[in-house]
Antibody, heavy 123, light 113 residues
Framework: QLQLQEPGPGLVKPSETLSLTCTFSGGSIASTTSYWAWIRQPPGKGLEWIGSIYYSGSTYYNPSLKSRVTISVDTSKNQFSLKLSSVTAADTAVFYC???????????????WGQGTMVTVSS | DIVMTQSPDSLAVSLGERATINCKSSHSVSSSSNNNNFLGWYQQKPGQPPRLLIYWASTRESGVPDRFSGSGSGTDFTLTISSLQAEDVAVYYCHQYYSLPHTFGQGTKLEIK
């Protein structure tokens, strides 16, 4: 069964760096037909795509967050990670790790979602 | 960025009746080279992650009941639930993957009347 697992809920202080790692099970993260992405959802609000990474390491980021975001992949551990720096209360959200289908070497539809992890930014 | 606007924001439909949710994009999300529409629909139940229902605007994901269907092209798309079941109560989102950054509609909350 294909599954993405994020860590448990977390608390991050303002101005610090949020770090999350997602583990893919049931298959290989080094797939030519997939991108690996982070999507977030503030409480009671809609979905925001943060960015995607291919197993080779090539990345695409949302320009609205690009200056603060780094997504990386570790194929030996079947994991990918998110770092979001200089966080504020506006970054409080459920963070989902996801798999996107690859289409013409670009990320496409999201076909697997992790359960999500709530990250609260507060002192 | 392509802005995705869903209507209505909320919808109440009787069991067994048809539910229709619309999604409009600020720019065409259709490819002129192959006529693909880069549009997906997701269902999110309370406390759960979203679930993919439809991709390429009209292709049902494996395991999705056939009462769910998608249609449309260019900038106007529709998700239809032909006969509403109690388990369909959820928030529904459209998603364009035509261009980066990917963007989602604001969501439509579907309830039972």
């Amino acid at each position: 069964q294909l599954q993405l697992q994020e860590p448990g809920p977390g608390l991050v202080k303002p101005s610090e760096t949020l770090s999350l790692t997602c583990t893919f099970s049931g298959g290989s993260i080094a797939s030519t037909t997939s991108y690996w992405a982070w999507i977030r959802q503030p409480p009671g609000k809609g979905l925001e795509w943060i960015g995607s990474i291919y197993y080779s390491g090539s990345t695409y980021y949302n320009p609205s967050l690009k200056s603060r975001v780094t997504i990386s992949v570790d194929t030996s551990k079947n994991q990918f990670s998110l770092k979001l720096s200089s966080v504020t209360a506006a970054d409080t959200a459920v963070f989902y790790c996801t798999r996107q289908a690859s289409w013409n070497s670009l990320p496409g539809v999201v076909n697997i979602w992790g359960q999500g992890t709530m990250v609260t930014v507060s002192s | 960025d392509i802005v995705m606007t869903q209507s209505p924001d909320s919808l109440a439909v009787s069991l067994g009746e048809r539910a229709t949710i619309n999604c409009k994009s600020s720019h065409s999300v259709s490819s002129s080279s192959n006529n693909n529409n880069f549009l997906g629909w997701y269902q999110q139940k309370p406390g759960q992650p979203p679930r993919l229902l439809i991709y390429w605007a009209s292709t049902r994901e494996s395991g999705v009941p056939d009462r769910f269907s998608g249609s449309g092209s260019g900038t106007d798309f529709t998700l239809t639930i032909s006969s509403l079941q109690a388990e369909d109560v959820a928030v529904y989102y459209c998603h364009q993957y035509y261009s980066l950054p990917h963007t989602f509609g604001q969501g439509t909350k579907l309830e039972i009347k």
